[in-house]
């Protein structure tokens, strides 16, 4: 897989893992009174104190770790050399490059269908040819 995949991948991580912590900090968040107006919440029933306590720290050092390795791998990416400037004379080189080769496969793709078509007229005479080589029943 190559690095920019496995970048999104990391991408797509983070955010199910982002989505899944904040769901779960939100889901078991002890209730909180709006106002003096209205009565007090009844609180959540939790099954394990102690769980409830633990499952934050992890699922947080969960996403620190694939923060921690989409920095790896975006460190890993190849440097950007000379800048702006550098990257569009290099897309103008390729652009270039590009249009020799097309130009290059057309003329392939010419000589082809011209061989192709006198291909096509040979086996026409020799089919000719062929029928005009039986003798008639």
Do not use: H, W
């Not at 190559?2 to 990391?10: A, F, K, M």
């Not at 770790?65 to 990416?77: E, G, I, R, S, T």
């Not at 290059?104 to 000719?128: G, I, N, P, T, Y």
């Amino acid at each position: 897989m190559d690095i920019i995949s496995q970048l999104q991948e990391q991408v797509n991580s983070i955010a199910a893992l982002a989505f899944n912590t904040f769901g779960t900090l939100q889901r078991d968040a002890p209730p909180v009174r709006l106002s003096s107006n209205y009565p007090e919440p009844p609180p959540n029933p939790t099954e394990d104190p102690t769980n409830f306590a633990e499952q934050p720290k992890l699922m947080s050092a969960t996403l620190v770790k694939a923060a921690k390795q989409f920095d790896a791998l975006v460190a890993a990416l190849p440097p950007s050399e000379g800048g702006e400037e550098a990257q569009l004379r290099r897309i103008a080189e390729l652009q270039a490059e590009n249009d020799a080769v097309g130009q290059e496969l057309q003329k392939q793709l010419e000589a082809a269908e011209k061989e192709l078509k006198q291909v096509q007229e040979l086996f026409s005479q020799a089919a000719d040819n062929c029928l005009n080589l039986k003798k008639p029943d």
